[in-house]
């Protein structure tokens, strides 16, 4: 019985890779021209037949792994460039061109590190949004706001949909073909995207002192106008923002002093107290000598006066102001009258008057 053309050419084809994989001299040009030439053999067989079995199909297969096994090393030994010039092959002829695919294995190799580093990046977004997106609904930000953090909202949303589940995947990849972006090169677009959008809710994240700050000015501008109510709700933007914002919490302590709400100040008041803001030992201290608790005022107030020294005119006259008067609510007036008369002594010098009394 006569063996089937397709089975002699894969058996001629198997032949020539053993050759060259088995050879005990490194492999030469003309190893692999015969196992190039034994492919093309294989390839016209098959055109020239309507059917193929399992078997053949299954050996067809085999044979081109172990050639593709063998790119690198024969990529070292020819230059298939100069040989695809001379002999024109189709380009669907593949195995002319394996330095494309010894590129291909080499970047494709890198893609369980790029997968991970994705998962990694993704794993951050999510991070930062849960700790972002609470800071922003609470703030109440306002249209502008809201779109602000809608749109790396959406993309995370997006982004777990193409890394969780195979339909969105599948969705992804179409995406990255039709940009023109090659399959071997979708891991490193994913991580792209996935570091794109860290850097995204990085900056937002770096930012929010300064929206803070944003909504901290706001405040104070409507507190100018008189507008206490609207004056508040900017200031507890700028804490949802930045719990530390120290000047958000002394204007938010001022408004509550306003609205009578002496509890409410003090709790702010110490916020700032414990950020160091110097203004907000004066305030605290007052307050609670006007509680009649001197106790609590002096050591607040001395602390406040030590650290006094590059603020204002004001700000020093007002520190030793209430000193002394915490101090004579005590009865120490041997204590209290050299301050009060440095107090006197800055609040009447020519600076300190037009300071002062603005």
Known sequence: MNTPPLDEALKTYEIALDN?????????EEQIIAVLNARDF?????QAKVYHSYHEQKTLVALDVRLKQNAWQISKVIDFSSWRTSLEPPDTAWWW?????TELARWQWWDWLWRGLSIAGWTANLGLLIDLLPRFLIAGTGFAGAVAIAFPSLLTLLQAI???TETGQEGFDKLLIRLGIPKHFHAEAQLGATELLLLILLGFH????????FSNRRGFEKYKQGQLASAEAHYQQALALNPDNVKAHYNLAVVYENLQQFDKARTQYQFAVKGGFVKAYNNLGRLHILNNKPSLAIPLLFKGLAGAGQASIKVRYDLMKNLGWALLKQGREEQAEPILRSAVSLG??????EKISN
């Open 97 to 101: 061109h394996l330095e494309t695919e």
């Open 42 to 46: 294989v390839h016209a067989t098959g």
């Open 162 to 164: 193409s890394e969780l």
């Open 206 to 213: 770096f930012y929010l002192p300064n929206f803070s700050n």
């Open 348 to 353: 009447s010098s020519p600076e300190g008057i």
């Open 20 to 28: 060259l994989e088995d050879s005990a001299s490194p492999m030469s």
